[in-house]
């Protein structure tokens, strides 16, 4: 059964703490295996991609393909529904709305006569995206992570979805052909990461990567940083609830263990000022597990790191949600915009009894790629920042070096950089400048 602690529990730091350090180390031998894969990646392309899927997917790319054809697409389109058309239609429109708010243009400011600054906002050339596979497919994780980068004006995303045994999930295939994806290789693994990071003959060299993965797939991202950039380093997910007594117990119980069901090492952690509640809740999510697909996954994520939190007042709760930077943090109470104030850190924050963390999963429109374990202090959601950079425009006219010259050859000549100096100071004493 989920554990009821109180904020007051001498023992409380030692609970808290377990579920805060759930996932700080990466276990002995992955990083070797990540690192041998990433090596022979690079060094063979695609023989090694060849290898390497066949032994993890059991899937011949030498049969198979190495990058999905027109055919095969329009193939798996076709078995998609019009119900379930519609839905992703639906989330795509949404998404797609929601980012073409973030986006920003060049700028050019002219406020001094004699000088102009600006910024020049350009798109990436070229993005990879990794979507899991297999049984775990996610759909709206292919929209989540290449809706923003066509929005930003990306013109090739390259999209890489491991397919064990040959299957190639149809909602998959129709999500990246809403999303503008351009290429769709069946590739998993660190060994897709590597592709993607360094190129070989099949798969193109990409500018940035995005996307969820296992925890070879984030070591491998974490490896090629620099090679290319990615989006964050996700850890399991993780779900926080603040409440104040309202609201139904049931729907928050339903909420906890929409985030169990991801991973063995998810988190879910209430925080209520409610005695009764927080007892209703733990009952609720006992009842509620014995109905899931899987439940053995739900049922390790509840009882090791999952908790129901009594605290005082909502001060307490907002301190052990700015302490946890939680993923997804969900205001369950009447009145969400007095309390938001109080909140510092977190990845997505859903604001009432009728906002579960679901919707903003799928539909809502913004971005589902966020920061875990902690990192929101410091990380904010996917958005099309993401796929854009920025270069700083400075013209200066001839009065304009006059005005600012020998504040530049000043300080040059503080930091012992001559060159600097003197690349300034000639100009100041050339007449014909």
Known sequence: MIRLIRFSDAD?????RSIEQRAEEIP?????????????????????LQEYTLRFDRLDLRTFGMELTPTQIDAART???????????????????????????????TDEDDIQLGQLVRPLDRVGIYVP?????????????????????????????????????????AAAHLAGVTRIFPLGGAQAVAALAYGTRSVPRVD?????????????????????????????????????????????AADLLSQAEHDELASSVLVTTDE????????????????????????????????????????????????????????????????LPLIRHAGAIFMG?????????????????????????????LSLDDFVKKSSLIYCSKAGLQRLGGAAVQIAGLEGLDAHARSVSLRLNDDNV
């Open 12 to 16: 409380f730091e030692t609970h808290f």
């Open 28 to 48: 002995a031998g992955i990083e070797e295996a990540v690192s041998g894969i990433v090596a022979d990646v690079r060094a063979r392309g695609d023989e090694a």
């Open 79 to 109: 078995q998609v529904s019009a119900d379930d058309l519609a839905a992703l239609e639906l989330a795509a429109e949404r998404i797609g709305a929601y980012h073409r708010r973030q986006k920003q243009e060049t700028w050019i400011c």
């Open 133 to 173: 596979g297999g049984k775990a497919a996610y759909p709206s994780s292919v929209l989540m992570n290449a809706i923003p980068a066509r929005v930003a004006g990306v013109k090739e995303i390259a999209m890489v979805v491991p397919m064990p045994d040959g299957e190639v999930n149809p909602h998959v295939i």
């Open 208 to 252: 940035k990567i995005t996307g969820p993965g296992n925890i070879y797939v984030a070591t491998a991202k974490k490896m090629v940083f620099g090679q290319v950039d990615i989006d964050m380093i996700a850890g399991p997910s993780e779900i926080l609830i603040i409440n104040d007594g309202s609201g139904n117990p049931a729907h928050l």
């Open 276 to 339: 009764k509640m927080a007892q209703e809740v733990q009952s609720e999510v006992e009842q509620q597990l014995q109905q899931l697909s899987r439940q053995g996954i739900a049922r390790s994520s509840i009882d090791n790191y999952g908790a129901i939190i009594v605290a005082q007042q909502m001060e307490e709760a907002a301190e052990l949600c700015n302490r946890i930077a939680t993923e997804h943090l969900e205001l369950a109470v009447d009145n969400p915009y007095e309390l």
């Open 353 to 381: 009894h009728h906002t579960p963390e679901a919707l903003g999963d799928y539909v809502a429109g913004p971005n589902h790629t966020l920061p875990t374990g902690g990192s929101a202090r410091f990380f904010s959601p």
